[in-house]
């Protein structure tokens, strides 16, 4: 016999002694085992589901908004401060104003007028 065959019956052999080994699972045991599996896989794809929707409408959102900045971009106002208030009007100063000493008189004399 060749190396090969000796090789194969010796796999055969540890195949054997591995499947002699496993007991058969009980049905109810395996029943619950096949739920609780199908119910975590819904539940991942169905959360999986809901993040892509959210992220599916959120960038249409932002599609929408941006286009609406663009239709109208003189409305938007980014400037969230504001103008600050106009500062108060200070009072006129109290001076005494000196006395004029110059007598006025008419720039063309009054018969010169008629």
């Given at each position: 016999?060749?190396?090969?065959?000796?090789?194969?019956?010796?796999?055969?052999?540890?195949i054997l002694s591995v499947c002699s080994c496993v007991q058969k699972m009980d049905e109810?045991?395996?029943?619950?085992?096949?739920?609780?599996?199908?119910a975590r896989r819904l539940e991942s794809y169905t959360m999986q589901q809901r993040a892509?929707?959210?992220?599916?409408?959120?960038?249409?959102?932002?599609?929408?908004?941006?286009?609406?900045?663009?239709?109208?971009?003189?409305?938007?106002?980014?400037?969230?401060?504001?103008?600050?208030?106009?500062?108060?009007?200070?009072?006129?100063?109290?001076?005494?104003?000196?006395?004029?000493?110059?007598?006025?008189?008419?720039?063309?004399?009054?018969?010169?007028?008629?």
């Amino acid at each position: 016999m060749s190396t090969r065959g000796r090789s194969a019956i010796m796999v055969c052999i540890v195949i054997l002694s591995v499947c002699s080994c496993v007991q058969k699972m009980d049905e109810s045991l395996r029943k619950q085992l096949m739920d609780a599996e199908v119910a975590r896989r819904l539940e991942s794809y169905t959360m999986q589901q809901r993040a892509d929707c959210h992220e599916e409408v959120l960038q249409e959102a932002i599609a929408r908004v941006d286009s609406t900045f663009r239709v109208d971009p003189v409305s938007i106002n980014l400037d969230t401060i504001g103008r600050p208030p106009l500062p108060l009007k200070p009072g006129s100063p109290n001076f005494k104003l000196p006395k004029d000493s110059v007598v006025l008189e008419p720039l063309l004399g009054r018969d010169n007028l008629e």
